[in-house]
Nanobody, 125 residues
Framework: QVQLVESGGGLVQAGGSLRLSCAAS????????MGWFRQAPGKEREFVSA????????YDADSIKGRFTISRDNAKNTVYLQMNSLKPEDTAVYYC??????????????????WGQGTQVTVSS
């Protein structure tokens, strides 16, 4: 069982920045890929970004390209999401997820085996 704990959410003005963190409870040798998803009120959970743990290959949703950057720290078993130039439409609960083996569909929730509890990000206009 892999436990994921997110932190770093909060309230920020449009144009501002936040950095989310997701710490994994176990050795990341069990993890193939980690991802970030978000869910706004009344909407479905949507893919934001993902990174393979060993090779560091990244995948980004079109809506955040050029603004958000995903990274990982192997020594700390932690993945980060640096969010710059935030917009009100980025307001959502952000979830960290882990996949223990390869799936081609990295952008769907079903491709992940473990989820964090979520952290709220609110961007004011």
């Amino acid at each position: 069982q892999v436990q994921l704990v997110e932190s770093g959410g909060g309230l920020v003005q449009a144009g501002g920045s936040l950095r989310l963190s997701c710490a994994a409870s176990e050795r990341t040798s069990r993890i193939y890929r980690m991802g970030w998803f978000r869910q706004a009120p009344g909407k479905e959970r949507e893919f934001v970004s993902a990174i393979t743990w060993s090779g560091g290959q990244t995948y980004d949703a079109d809506s955040i390209k050029g603004r958000f950057t995903i990274s990982r720290d192997n020594a700390k078993n932690t993945v980060y999401l640096q969010m710059n130039s935030l917009k009100p439409e980025d307001t959502a609960v952000y979830y960290c997820a882990a996949s223990t083996y390869y799936r081609a569909t990295y952008y769907v929730t079903g491709a992940y085996d473990y989820w964090g509890q979520g952290t709220q990000v609110t961007v004011s206009s």
